[in-house]
């Protein structure tokens, strides 16, 4: 989803990245405090970076049972 944009040697995005990816790449309608509120909720340690853990961690369980099934789980592709 990220492939497109110019991270400029960043570790992740920041705010005007994610919006750019959901209203030009995606193609959603979304205002940008939208954006901005799903950015800081996501970014947990408030670096106003979201990385690959941080982006993995929005989308993991918090039920124990539920988060073990899906880290223990292997890749479908890739590494």
Known sequence: ?????????????????????????????????EVFIMFYKIDKNGNGIIDYNSFADCFTPRAYEYKILIESRGCFYGS
Do not use: A, S
């Not at 989803?1 to 309608?29: A, E, H, P, R, S």
């Open 1 to 33: 989803m990220f492939g497109g944009l110019d991270n400029k040697n960043k570790i992740g995005i920041d705010c005007d990245d994610l919006y750019y990816t959901i209203t030009q790449i995606l193609d959603v309608t979304i205002t940008k405090d």
